[in-house]
């Protein structure tokens, strides 16, 4: 198994940048694929961004691209989500995910793991 725990989310204003960390133990983290989603109030939860078990390929929503950037270090099993141009759109619990399967994993039901969620509001 994989424990997944998510901080650095707070309440930023508008414009504002926030980096999200996820910490992860257990197996060995270069198993993993790593994803990150956002839940809003009322809202499903979204896929936000992906990156690979080494690092080399990465991939993003589209309403995120440009503003926000994944990156892992695996000698120290963590996985960041580098948050820039903040807008009050981006108000969710986000969790991080880690996953087996192969290729971009878009999807929730791709992932075998989650962390508990970290909060991200974003003022106007």
């Known amino acids: 198994q994989v424990q997944l725990v998510e901080s650095g989310g707070g309440l930023v204003q508008a414009g504002g940048s926030l980096r999200l960390s996820c910490a992860a133990s257990g197996r060995t983290f270069t198993d993993y694929a790593v994803g990150w989603f956002c839940q809003a109030p009322g809202k499903e939860r979204e896929f936000v961004a992906g990156?690979?078990?080494?690092?080399?390929?990465?991939y993003y929503a589209d309403p995120v691209k440009g503003r926000f950037t994944i990156s892992r270090d695996n000698a120290k099993n963590t996985v960041y989500l580098q948050m820039s141009s903040l807008k009050p759109e981006d108000t969710a619990v986000y969790y991080c995910?880690?996953?087996?399967?192969?290729?971009?994993?878009?999807?929730?039901?791709?992932?075998?793991?989650w962390g508990q969620g970290t909060q991200v509001t974003v003022s106007s």
């Open positions: 995910a880690a996953g087996m399967a192969w290729g971009q994993l878009r999807g929730g039901w791709q992932y075998d793991y």
């Open positions: 990156i690979s078990r080494g690092g080399a390929t990465t």
